[in-house]
């Protein structure tokens, strides 16, 4: 399930993303992208515009920050069981 795309990315590692499914601080997420190897990471400090702490990004499409450094474009996503029941 794809939780947010990179829009950008500065030199120092703090990415900007933008929200697509809900995720909190603490969750283990995939980042997969152009030019990158996948891999797993724990999800850290994130940021809003205005630069205050979130644990959780709860708005579609809300653009917020974390520090991750990979390129523009990149998906970060985790899994879902995908089993019917």
Same mark, same amino acid.
């Given at each position: 399930?794809?939780?947010?795309?990179?829009?950008?990315?500065?030199?120092?590692?703090?990415?900007?993303?933008?929200?697509?499914?809900? *995720?909190?601080? #603490?969750?283990?997420?995939? %980042?997969? @992208?152009?030019? $990158?190897?996948?891999?797993? *990471?724990?999800? #850290?400090?994130?940021?809003? %515009?205005? @630069?205050?702490? $979130?644990?959780?990004?709860?708005?579609?499409?809300?653009?917020?920050?974390?520090?991750?450094?990979?390129?523009?474009?990149?998906?970060?996503?985790?899994?879902?069981?995908?089993?019917?029941?």
């Amino acid at each position: 399930q794809v939780c947010a795309i990179v829009e950008s990315c500065t030199p120092e590692g703090l990415a900007t993303c933008s929200l697509r499914n809900k *995720f909190t601080q #603490g969750d283990t997420l995939e %980042a997969v @992208g152009p030019d $990158l190897r996948p891999f797993a *990471f724990e999800v #850290g400090e994130m940021f809003d %515009a205005d @630069g205050v702490a $979130l644990t959780e990004p709860k708005t579609p499409q809300m653009r917020f920050t974390l520090r991750l450094p990979v390129p523009p474009y990149s998906i970060l996503r985790h899994s879902v069981a995908l089993s019917a029941k």
